[in-house]
């Protein structure tokens, strides 16, 4: 598992990636898991993900940040990345961010894509 912490801050909220090769649905199930075996992914607001799947193509969610799973979910498809599940955890700074909130799923998702070894420069 890779992840980045502390890639936002914005009124409060914090955001973080994780994510990992990920073998169909039963190894996403594992993935989410595991993270969540850390209590401080537990307990966050938003666990929102996305994957390509070989064999069952998109999956995502967004746990209840609307539209975010889809934002990740375009992201890895126009990288071409498969089998790769992506997840941006929010933990809620009290303050409603509105559509800013989608900018910083964004980036969170590129600064997890640039730092793939093999995106490295």
């Known amino acids: 598992m890779r992840q980045i912490l502390n890639v936002v801050s914005d009124r409060g909220s914090r955001y973080a990636v994780s994510g990992g090769a990920v073998q169909g649905r039963a190894g996403v199930d594992d993935f989410l898991k595991t993270l969540k075996t850390n209590k401080k992914f537990a307990k966050a607001t938003h666990n929102s993900w996305a994957v390509v799947l070989s064999d069952d193509g998109p999956l995502k969610n967004d746990d209840g940040e609307a539209g975010a799973g889809a934002a990740i979910?375009?992201?890895?498809?126009?990288?071409?990345?498969?089998?790769?599940?992506?997840?941006?955890?929010?933990?809620?700074?009290?303050?409603?961010?509105?559509?800013?909130?989608?900018?910083?799923?964004?980036?969170?998702?590129?600064?997890?894509?640039?730092a793939l070894p093999d995106k490295a420069p």
């Open 73 to 114: 979910l375009r992201m890895l498809e126009r990288e071409g990345l498969t089998d790769h599940l992506i997840v941006v955890t929010r933990w809620y700074g009290g303050t409603h961010l509105g559509g800013d909130r989608f900018r910083h799923v964004t980036t969170c998702t590129r600064a997890y894509l640039d």
